[in-house]
């Protein structure tokens, strides 16, 4: 059964540093890997998608890498801002039409 | 386009009622979805269909019933409420096109409380 993992579960950080939200899982199977933003009682937004072929993607202050052969992908932020603050969760899509979620990154960007 | 929208928003039920909680969408995806988002629990797959009139179970199905008579509808029926569903639903849709997959949109969510 695929697990994701994401550390750390809460990370504060001053207004305008670069970050790195990590996020592990188990089988390394999969068809893509999406990251999420989600705003307290909101739905979920999607930030990037990246396919099993691709290494990483791009957008704006954004940018999302993955290994598959290790398993991990990691989401940098540029430039934080505190707009940024929310929590972010990555899914990966294995065989069954399944998504599997890690349990999120919240993050907390202070002026 | 308005994406996928959820109603209702809100919802209390008390234990052994049922109801139907609504997810449409309009951008003509095959694949839709519900999950449910618990504290601690993260996101788990209560159902899911890959088009009209086809439906499968996901992780957590069971409490639940789902149909899918229309590309765009995707209800999900609470057939007997337990206090042990209230949670955050959320909707989701997707193209799906062979092997690879595109961006998964979630709708706005539909907090149940079962008293």
């Known amino acids: 059964k695929q697990e994701v993992t994401q550390i750390p579960a809460a990370l504060s950080v001053p207004e305008g540093e670069n970050l790195v939200l990590n996020c592990s899982f188990t089988?390394?199977?999969?068809?893509?890997l999406q990251w999420f933003r989600q705003d307290p009682g909101k739905g979920l937004t999607s930030l990037l998608l990246?396919?099993?072929?691709?290494r990483e993607q791009t957008s704006g202050r954004l940018n999302a890498s993955l290994d598959k052969s290790s398993g991990r992908s990691t989401l940098y932020i540029a430039a934080s801002q505190p707009g940024d603050s929310a929590t972010y969760l990555c899914?990966?899509?294995?065989?069954?039409?399944?998504?599997?979620f890690g349990g999120g990154t919240r993050l907390m960007v202070k002026p | 386009n308005a994406g996928v929208t959820q109603t209702p928003k809100f919802q209390v039920l008390k234990t052994g009622q049922s109801m139907t909680l609504q997810c449409a969408q309009d951008?003509?995806?095959?694949?839709m979805s519900w999950y449910r988002q618990d504290p601690g629990m993260g996101l788990r797959l209560i159902h899911y269909?890959?088009?009209?009139?086809?439906?499968d179970q996901g992780e957590v199905p069971n409490g639940y019933n789902v149909s899918r008579s229309t590309t765009e509808d995707f209800p999900l029926r609470l057939l007997s409420a337990a206090p042990s569903q209230t949670s955050v639903y959320f909707c989701?849709?997707?193209?799906?096109?062979?092997?690879?997959?595109?961006?998964?949109?979630f709708g706005p969510g539909t907090r149940l409380t079962v008293t």
């Open positions: 899914a990966v899509h294995n065989a069954g039409n399944m998504l599997t």
């Open positions: 990246i396919q099993s072929s691709q």
């Open positions: 089988d390394s199977a999969i068809y893509n």
């Open positions: 989701a849709s997707r193209l799906t096109s062979g092997s690879l997959s595109y961006e998964q949109y």
């Open positions: 951008m003509n995806h095959e694949y």
């Open positions: 269909s890959v088009g009209a009139g086809i439906t």
